[in-house]
């Protein structure tokens, strides 16, 4: 009686055994696909735009700040001028944002990519007291 129940044990365990073969082979395939589809991904991306942020209205105004400065020490001091181009970036006091999305697909063989179109138009009110801190 327990050589019979031996027996079977062994047996589900080498037709267990050989059952794992082929699926260690299909996992291969699928990792395989898997990393296809997202170097597919990637490269859709990066034929298009990329990954975007949207900031929302800004000002950016240009401007150049000149100041003189002394060099050297004693006899040799000198006056030079400098000169450093910046940029003042000013944000809205109120902002506001309308648009609509959709949603399209992009196909590279077997892969299908999902992308995202947003239309949209943003405005903003900038005040302004007279007094810019630079």
Same mark, same amino acid.
């Given at each position: %009686? @327990?050589?019979?129940?031996? %027996? =079977?044990?062994?047996?589900?365990?080498?037709? *267990?055994?050989?059952?794992?073969?082929?699926?260690?082979?299909?996992?291969?395939?699928?990792?395989?696909? #898997? #990393?296809?589809? @997202?170097?597919?991904?990637?490269?859709?991306?990066?034929?298009?735009?990329? $990954? @975007?942020?949207?900031?929302?209205?800004?000002?950016?105004?240009?401007? #150049?700040?000149?100041?003189?400065?002394?060099?050297?020490?004693?006899?040799? $001091?000198?006056?030079? $001028?400098?000169?450093?181009?910046?940029?003042?970036?000013?944000?809205?006091?109120?902002?506001? %944002?309308?648009?609509?999305?959709?949603?399209?697909? =992009?196909?590279?063989?077997? *892969? $299908?990519?999902?992308? *995202?179109?947003?239309?949209?138009?943003?405005?903003?009110?900038?005040?302004?007291?007279? =007094?810019?801190?630079?």
């Amino acid at each position: %009686m @327990q050589k019979a129940l031996l %027996m =079977k044990a062994a047996l589900v365990a080498i037709t *267990f055994a050989i059952l794992l073969l082929p699926l260690s082979m299909i996992r291969g395939i699928v990792v395989e696909r #898997a #990393a296809r589809q @997202q170097a597919v991904m990637q490269d859709i991306a990066a034929s298009s735009f990329g $990954k @975007q942020i949207f900031a929302g209205p800004v000002l950016s105004l240009p401007y #150049a700040e000149e100041y003189e400065e002394e060099t050297g020490v004693g006899s040799e $001091k000198k006056i030079e $001028k400098r000169r450093i181009d910046r940029t003042l970036r000013v944000f809205p006091a109120t902002s506001e %944002m309308n648009g609509s999305a959709t949603v399209g697909e =992009k196909h590279r063989g077997l *892969f $299908k990519i999902r992308t *995202f179109n947003w239309l949209a138009t943003a405005s903003g009110d900038f005040v302004f007291d007279g =007094k810019l801190n630079v």
